[in-house]
């Protein structure tokens, strides 16, 4: 029988990559990140470096060789109870893309908020992004974590062309 070959390539392999708080020198680059998804909505350069800046504790970079190849960025919500990380973009290089990165980026911050007593995620994903939806829910099921969806904008609530908003809220399997 044939050796099995790993498709595992040393800038994929799990221990390749480093993950980090951002830093305002990454603002760029996840800029970049963000627009070549070609999906998410993108923000402006300014605000990547803010949120480089204002939101690195409830934000976290994933780097290969000390480059960016990933990021989700997220803040508490101020004055929710309980403490809630919401979560506002995931991205993954191309490059990088398929090997799990964007979960593993999730319970790493995921991880790092808890000690914080931040345990409830929130985040908003459109009803025809696949992949988001599976993506938060095999992380909440992963943490053993409920996940729920509710309905939070409507098309109407925009002032541009743009899909509904549903908000998916993940929260221990014990909590009220």
């Known amino acids: 029988m044939m050796p099995t070959q790993s498709r595992t390539t040393p800038t994929t392999a799990p221990d390749a990559v480093k993950f980090r708080k951002p830093q305002i020198s990454d603002g760029v680059r ?19 470096l803010l949120w480089c800046r204002d939101f690195r504790e409830t934000s976290i970079v994933a780097t290969v060789n000390n480059r960016a190849v990933g ?27 398929g090997h799990g990165l964007a979960g593993r980026m999730l319970t790493s911050l ?10 409830a995620l929130e985040t908003t994903i459109s009803p025809d992004n696949a992949a ?15 996940i729920t969806r509710q309905e939070l904008f409507s098309p ?21």
Not at 110 to 119: I, P
Request: glycine share 4%; net charge negative; charged share 20%.
């Open 132 to 146: 988001s939806i599976a993506l938060f829910t095999s992380v909440a099921h992963r943490r053993g974590c409920t």
């Open 71 to 97: 990021f989700v960025t997220g803040y508490v919500r101020p004055g929710v109870v309980p403490a809630t990380l919401f979560v506002w973009q995931v991205a993954v290089d191309e490059e990088h893309r």
């Open 30 to 48: 996840l800029w970049e990140i963000a627009k070549d998804t070609q999906v998410l909505d993108l923000n402006s350069s300014y605000s990547y």
């Open 110 to 119: 995921m991880d790092h908020v808890a000690l914080q007593g931040v345990w």
């Open 156 to 176: 109407k609530d925009f002032p541009d062309s743009h899909e509904s908003e549903d908000l998916y809220i993940i929260s221990p399997q014990n909590a009220s």
